[in-house]
């Protein structure tokens, strides 16, 4: 994965991130709540040594005031020095442990001063164990020395301090977003690496070892009830003209006359890309008939809203005679020829002799597109893929499985199949597809603006008419 794939892919999974971000924020502050809390206070004493002690012994200390200084460190956390704490503040209920556990000491360097912190569960009692921390060593060491001219005098008593500083809210709050964006990415970049789904163009390429002709977006007018007559999204009819414009490219010397259409497994699109393509072809002006010869589960006559009861199965029978059995679509180019009654040996039929030879005719005047079962179930396809000019392959985008197009893709090169090219259908528009798949500018109406079709000035140019044409009358 380059680094422009994984930008890609955290553009396309924004909104899961910003979820896992703020869920992740929400647990860390609900996690502070849960957590104790914790006051600190702090307070400075000094040691002097004799009777003639004074200021310059408290600022730079005399060597026996650091050395008893330095040595009195280890008395806070000792138990005469928590016994003596307890009888002071019986109050506080603390146990020696719990009063080890809060009290912290220090000398600062070159000097006899020792600085006590204290922490508790309130404030009030973190200031009065820092303060009678002190008072209690004094006299332990009073005892200790058996003279008072060893002193531990308090210099700065502790301070109540209301805010606690444990739990750090906000410090886990930043850990709880981090953690809750981190699982996301990770779910996402696992997701990505063990995906078995047809994603990008490179999930397609790879699969199948051969190039995109066309990629047709998530479109309402792609659907079985739109796809003849809908001119509305101008996205989705330029990735039509697009998809004829590069099978025309596809040899330049020698057009392709006749091809099937057909996907990896069932649900795939392969009809819809089908019709649109015939379609589109017929709108160029090229004569174009489309065969319906997936002879298990017929579509094509249902899309184009004609007579299926007569097609292929009763000109290959010799029932009927080819052109009692196509039909012309409204006045256009486009012929059809349904599938006709449901034969009992579809495989057969198809790859008969009789197939090969009406193909081959119907590519001396027509552009000839056949859609046909998938490759996988059956070997319809199979069959077909050696008597036509080439095959194009369909994939759906979330739904066709990488190893299922690649082994259909291998099956059909395993007859000596041509393969055209891929069509991606189903592309979304926006998030990881609208870079994979050219449909960035969609979102913005870019394309719309840049041909002049943009459906608001439309509609303000025939409002603008219609005002002149009633002025003018």
Sequence with gaps: MT?????????????????????????????????????????????TVGEGSGIDDVISGSAAAKEKANAYLSLIKSSAVADEIIAANPELNLTRGEIQGNLNANVDTNSALINVSATASSPEAAQALANSSLEAVAKVVNDFEGSSSVRVIPLEDATLNPSPISPDTAKLILIGAGLGFALVLAAVMLRRTVDTKLRTRDDATKAADAGVLGVLPVSEELSEENILHAKNDHISQEAIRQMRTNLRFVNVDNPPRSIIVTSAEPGEGKSTVSASLARALADAGQPTVIIDADLRRPTIAKKFKVDSKVGLTQVLAGQVELADAVREFEDTQLFILPAG????????????????KLIHELSQEFTVVIDVPPVLPVTDAALLSTAVDGVVLVGTVGKTRKENLAEAAKNLRAVQASILGLVINR???????????????????????????????????????KKKAKSEI
């Excluded at 924004?14 to 914790?38: C, D, E, N, T, W």
């Design 341 to 356: 009654r449901i034969p009992p040996n579809p495989s057969e039929l198809l790859g008969s002799d009789k197939m090969r």
């Design 427 to 465: 592309a979304p528009r926006t998030g990881l597809g609208n870079s994979y798949y050219g449909f960035a500018y969609s979102s913005n109406g870019a394309y719309a603006s840049y041909y002049g079709q943009d459906e608001k000035t439309k509609k303000g140019s025939k409002r603008s008419a």
């Design 3 to 47: 680094i422009l794939d994984f930008l890609r892919m955290l553009r396309a999974n924004l909104k899961l991130l910003l979820i896992g971000l703020l869920v992740g924020a929400l647990l860390g502050f609900g996690y502070s709540l849960l957590q104790p809390r914790v006051y600190a206070s702090s307070s400075t004493g000094y040691v």
